[in-house]
């Protein structure tokens, strides 16, 4: 996906919002926010929105040297989530479809997202996106994908989102490759934060190579390319991700909750919405 | 007032906002907020919002050479307000306090302000307003300084609210000097449009010297700072006006519907609240 004219002062909001949770300087934060300014004519429109977003949060770390801004609030997360893991866990055990609702399960971590301008609580938030309605649910050509797959590409999103794709997970019963950031970025899931979140248990931790908040295929690890190539089947979270891969030349379902109108408009689907869709070439 | 960190992401949005009404070419929208973008680090946070609105709408003018964007709206304003005025004039005639609903009224056409993102219905709001109680409500210092003095300054804010302003000169029953913004900047009233808001017939019209959307006094005309110092009584509209006028060295009495977060906080108001408030020194 290609970034839209309303990204840009979005970013303006994304700088602000990540300085104030590094430093309470206003100094530093009007720095932060000069400097984010200066990049926006380096913004190529038909960048991703997730490479300027690297650039964003790469200012910054730089300004205020906090190199990881969002690491008790992801600690805190993973608490959060574990907390109510055994609960989702039972829910997915009584269901009547326990993929669909693994599906569902792993949708609903996607509200935990650091990067959009959005107030949520985990618990109640979780309880809403079970009762909500697919907007796009390709739900069919994924069983049937997953069920002549070998092999799983899992892309990984936020932490503690992190903690409910190991219910998916769990349920895919075929090995899964689980992909993280190589560095910390927003509340993005790093390999030490999916250890936290106990994905070691289920699955093996693929670095992706991408220090940006959303995979970018030409700056990804040829292990991951590889990956990406050769899985049977991809499994891509969150907004970021879909930013990258939306264009991508070969078959990805997108798991995500639309939390921003540009994406919702891109989508053509209402903010807010859940879906799981099939990108095929 | 003024500016706050938060300021900086709304102006990229005002500039994009206001170039879309001038221009839909995506490389001239780019290109306002490129130079946006390089703008902000000349920002100085000592300086009111409506100093750095002006270099915001400045760019626009530059980039799309469109002299005025808001005309068509601003006519079309005109036009709406100008629809219901028979109605809003019976209503201060019935009733039991003519000047405070004729206050209710002026502040109601404040809603009318293309430079904050709200969208807005002038009939619907109006009605609304007219239900809502006052956040901060200094009326009888008001009407004290009313009742002595000699002339009044009222200084205009958006052109629509214009024609409302006309309905609470008519029940000042004073002389009053109506100042107007001296290019168009946004949809802020200037000579032109108080003139086809009818607001000669009951005003003198000043030129405020002023160019951003909100009185500056440094870039103010000698003739305007007379009056601003000799007047007996300085009603201003508005957030744009209020954010230029704060803090200066006289008694004003600021009109305005809180439509931002930043001045609702300022304030210490809910957003949304609407406010006749004395300033003094």
Redesign the interface.
Known sequence: MKTY??C???F??QA?RAGRIATSD?NK??QI??K??????TIS?HDTPAETGMMVYQIVKEVTGVYDPYKDIKQQHILETKSIYPKLEKLVANSDDRLLIAIKIAIAGNIIDLGVNKAFDIVTDVKNILKQDFAILDYLAFKKQLEKSKDILYIGDNVGESVFDKILIKELKKPVKYAVRSIPIINDVTREDAIASGLDEVAELIDSGCESPGIILDQSTPGFLKLFDKSDLIISKGQGNFEGLSECNRQVFFLLKAKCPIISNHLGIEEGSIILKEHNV
């Open positions: 004219l309303d840009i002062p979005c303006m909001q602000l206003e934060l009007k926010l000069d984010t300014g200066e990049m926006v004519k429109m």
